[in-house]
């Protein structure tokens, strides 16, 4: 595919991958684990059997499919049952997402402008921060890239032997059910590109005979893994991190997609000007802006329609694949202007404003989870007391004491862990409490504590540690 680029050009290509990578992992670890991160790392313990491994699942993450946690489990047994290890498996989503972007946007548009797409998909901070967290978005990004891609080879097959076609196929249908079992609005992208080879059927008298023979095989095999979790999602009355219509509109979650309200108004405006400017490229026989264009529409438009008729579902993680549209239609109808200044001023703009942006949040990023980190190595420099009690009001404490009890290799061996009782050991001296103050809505003292005397407190964000002594 690459073989009539220039050489300068893979070389570029590939050190844009290089860096793209590199900044995922230059601070893979630099932030603790959400809760829901908590969640997936307790339910994927390797240590315990597939039949405990699937009550887990429907137990505390029964909204997403189980494939992500599977792996998860897989990959811990494989390495080591600590929460760094674990953020690597969607590191390693995360870059080959990177390095398919650039394929993808060639398979599109047979010139430079996989340059501009592998760029701005290394520097989308919304991405680099999903590929730092253990949760399924990144395995959703990464499927959805290449679901995307086969069908791009369906589209465009230039092979006529059969054992090609037979491969594609499989390739494809293989694909597909993997990616529609990660996330239930990964079937967004199934709708787009059946609504697209219709177009191409009826309107453009194109026939796509691979794609849909394909589809019979990709709904079987999907619903023989997927129609109990169906059938169970549609019955929920709400879900999980919903928005309301207003909070879509105020520009369709591009400010989060690409790090402020400025560059996604950047973004969202450069987008409708280069889909008004190159209308007339979307409907012809051998146009491939039109399946992006329809994913980048149905992303919003299904969702909408589905919150109006059952219950509000949308959110920006859930549809995150919708960054691949956005990034390849305007990295590579850019190249479709015919004046250089605009072109060259449009390019300016959003390379300029990503570059600064990216530099912004890789070096003055703000640490926006629990620091439970900082509060272990305050009470190790602190004081020798191993006792450590967890505080919490809700039923999640099990999920936080899991983290912390598997934080480092040896910590086991360094601290006590449990959850706080009123009905404290009658030989305890000294303890320390630990509160994620979301969890006890910000308020981390504890209930009759008339025979405890405080002695220290420690403040990280979104953790509070207090030593306590035992009159």
Known sequence: MFKILEKNSLNIYFFIVFIGIFTIWYQLNLEDFWLDEMNSFWIADP????????????????????????????????????????????????????????????????????????????????????????????????????????????????HRKIIYNYALSVSFIIISVFNYSTNPFSLIIFFSQITNSFINFFYLKKKDKTFFFSLIPIILIYLLFNYNYLINQISFSSYQLSADI????????????????????????????????????????????????????????????????????????????????????????????????????????????????????????????????????????????????????????????NYLKNLTPTIQNEFNFSEFSNNLPTDLKKFWLICYTPQVNFDCNIPNSKNLELIDVKKKYLIEAKLYKLN
């Open 47 to 158: 240590n315990i059997s597939y039949e405990e491994f699937l009550k887990r699942q429907k137990k505390s993450d029964y909204h997403n499919p189980l494939l992500f946690n599977l792996l998860l489990k897989q990959f811990l047994y494989l390495t080591e049952y600590n929460p760094s290890y674990a953020r690597f498996l969607p590191f390693i989503f995360g870059s080959i997402s990177i390095f398919f972007f650039g394929i993808l946007s060639y398979q599109i548009k047979k010139n430079n402008s996989f340059l501009i797409t592998t760029l701005l998909a290394s520097l989308s901070i919304y991405l680099i921060k999903y590929a730092q967290e253990v949760r399924p978005y990144s395995l959703l990004l990464m499927l959805s890239i290449m679901n995307i891609f086969l069908y791009y080879l369906i589209l465009n097959k230039s």
């Open 246 to 401: 207003v909070n879509v509109l105020d520009g369709l979650y591009f400010p989060r997609f690409f790090g402020s309200k400025f560059m996604g108004y950047i973004y969202l405006l450069t987008l409708i000007y280069l889909l008004l400017f190159n209308r007339k490229l979307f409907f012809y026989k051998n146009s491939n802006y039109l399946p992006l264009f329809i994913i980048f529409i149905y992303s919003y438009l299904i969702p909408l329609i589905y919150g109006l008729i059952k219950t509000p579902v949308l959110h920006d993680r859930y549809i995150i694949f919708v960054i691949i549209p956005v990034i390849l239609l305007i990295s590579c109808l850019i190249n479709e202007i015919n004046s250089k200044k605009i072109k060259n001023f449009i390019i300016f703009l959003i390379l300029a404003s990503t570059l600064l942006n990216h530099y912004i949040e890789i070096f003055n990023r703000e640490i926006k989870k629990p620091e439970f980190k900082q509060i272990i190595n305050y009470i190790k420099k602190k004081d020798n007391e191993k006792n450590i009690f967890y505080y919490d009001n809700t039923e999640s404490s099990f999920l936080v004491l």
